[in-house]
Nanobody, 121 residues
Framework: QVQLVESGGGWVQAGGSLRLSCVASGIMRSINSMGWYRQAPGGQRELVASISSGGRTNYGDSAKGRFTISGDNTKNTVHLQMDSLKPEDTAVYYC???????????????WGQGTQVTVSS
């Protein structure tokens, strides 16, 4: 079993910054990618950003130009630096990891419990 533990959420005023971190632990063969999704009240879960083990990044439209994702393969860690935050960025942010296990040829997706980000105007 793999666990994802998030940290770094909180409250910030519009224009401010926050940095989210997520650490994956447990028995796993490798991690193909890690990323962040978010879900606002009444909304669907949407991609914020992801990064592959090779360093390739992918950003959702809302994050482009303002957020930066980075990862450390040696520590199974992913970070999301969020700058120029807007009230519409308010949501629960979830860490996600695509993991290869020792017992299956297919990958498994794991989710963290989520961390609240609130941006006030």
């Amino acid at each position: 079993q793999v666990q994802l533990v998030e940290s770094g959420g909180g409250w910030v005023q519009a224009g401010g910054s926050l940095r989210l971190s997520c650490v994956a632990s447990g028995i796993m063969r490798s991690i193909n990618s890690m990323g962040w999704y978010r879900q606002a009240p009444g909304g669907q879960r949407e991609l914020v950003a992801s990064i592959s083990s090779g360093g390739r990044t992918n950003y959702g439209d809302s994050a482009k130009g303002r957020f930066t994702i980075s990862g450390d393969n040696t520590k199974n860690t992913v970070h999301l630096q969020m700058d120029s935050l807007k009230p519409e960025d308010t949501a629960v942010y979830y860490c996600n990891a695509e993991v290869r296990s020792f017992w299956s040829s297919s990958s498994v997706y794991y989710w963290g419990q989520g961390t609240q980000v609130t941006v006030s105007s």
